[in-house]
């Protein structure tokens, strides 16, 4: 009787086990190498290092996996860690899951996500801004970019024939505070009392062809008690302390392959706006543009130029981006990339966002260059 038992009950596991069509996924990219960037200090000096957060490509591992519960719905989710691989030490403010941490219900009507996770500003530059998180990219003079996350997140993103459109809400955008958003103070939210501190919403409508594709989004964090504003810029942050202050970001772009080279580009306006009196509204515009092509099936060469300009806090920068990745295999590439960055008198953008320490001296330029090594699994 036991063994006619046991053999039913794994007949039936199996059985269940067949019908679920479960699979989780072990991935990962290993991303470092050896930088040089000059006048990487207000006396002028230059620093040779290996960058502690990105190349090309931030380093991370993760986890992600898939229920089939039939009728075309799935139980899916996704538990991604950032780290250092200079040092081995945890990013993202050193949680275990930094990256993503979400659970949720994909269908024929989009994916439905609950937990950290991108928001739409990640979601709609994904295709426009060529060289993404590179550590000679976007995220230099605009460090949240890249990093595009919230937490106590309800998601939602679905596409119907290239138009996608995405929306996701938090109730408090950095739970474990430790600072989400860089640059942004903590802001654990979810206060009784104040239902707006810390409150972030973000949308998002895409469209995508063949060749082509263009993309709007909208991005609003409020402030609270430790929140606070930066520009990255060197000025200092100055405080978003009530839940009726706004950072928010509108961005428009699209993407064209003409003749086998992919060109994108695109716009993205900030807007700081408070309540308090002694604290100024701030505004910036950040524009972008950048190609690529394929050489060989194993050489890419891609480049990009950038425009940020602030006219309250009077900071301007130019900066201009050369990489050539060469693919040793399908999972391992070596690259080599260089870029110059052109502060106005004021300004004090740093080119390297391989983990601080690089800020100029007002109006000093600086030039980079990192040669690297890259192996996903």
């Avoid at 072990?26 to 040779?48: N, Q």
């Avoid at 990013?91 to 994916?111: E, K, N």
């Avoid at 989400?180 to 998002?204: E, F, I, K, L, Y």
Wanted: hydrophobic fraction near 35%; proline fraction near 4%.
């Amino acid at each position: 009787m036991k063994w006619t038992h046991f053999a039913a009950a794994s007949c039936c596991a199996l059985s269940a086990s067949a019908y679920a069509q479960s699979s989780v996924t072990l991935y990962g990219i290993l991303d470092t190498g050896v930088e040089y960037v000059s006048h990487a200090d207000a006396a002028g000096d230059h620093v040779v290092r290996m960058p502690g957060i990105t190349g090309e490509i931030p380093s991370r591992w993760g986890l992600r996996g898939a229920e089939d519960l039939g009728g075309g719905y799935k139980a899916v989710f996704a538990l991604e860690s950032g780290f250092n691989t200079r040092g081995g030490d945890s990013g993202q403010g050193g949680r275990l899951f930094g990256r993503q941490a979400w659970v949720g219900i994909s269908s024929p009507y989009g994916q439905l996500q609950l937990g950290r996770q991108y928001t739409m500003t990640y979601w709609a530059m994904a295709d426009s801004d060529i060289l993404g998180p590179d550590i000679y990219g976007s995220g230099s003079l605009d460090s949240y970019l890249p990093n595009a996350r919230s937490d106590n997140t309800i998601g939602y993103k679905g596409t119907f024939h290239g138009l996608t459109v995405g929306a996701t809400y938090s109730f408090g955008r950095d739970g474990a505070g430790t600072g989400n958003s860089p640059g942004q103070g903590t802001c654990a939210g979810q206060v009784p009392g104040a239902p707006t501190d810390c409150r972030q919403w973000s949308a998002m409508v895409k469209y995508d062809a063949s060749v082509f594709g263009v993309a709007a989004a909208y991005d609003e964090q409020r402030g609270g008690a430790a929140a606070a504003a930066n520009f990255f810029d060197s000025a200092a942050p100055f405080p978003l302390t009530s839940g009726t202050d706004k950072d928010t970001r509108m961005q428009l772009n699209g993407w064209a392959n003409v003749f086998g080279v992919k060109i994108g580009g695109g716009w993205v306006g900030r807007h700081v706006d408070t309540q308090t009196p002694a604290t100024p509204n701030v505004h910036s515009n950040l524009f972008y543009l950048g190609a690529a092509y394929s050489i060989t099936p194993a050489f890419t060469l891609d480049g990009e130029a950038y425009r940020i300009t602030n006219g309250e806090q009077d900071a301007r920068a130019t900066m201009g981006t050369l990489r050539g990745t060469y693919s040793l295999s399908k999972a391992t590439a070596v690259y080599l990339q260089s870029s110059y960055l052109s502060n106005s008198s004021h300004g004090q953008y740093s080119l390297s966002s391989g983990g601080g320490g690089t800020t100029p001296a007002a109006g000093a330029n600086q030039t980079g260059v990192m040669a690297g090594i890259r192996h996903a699994f």
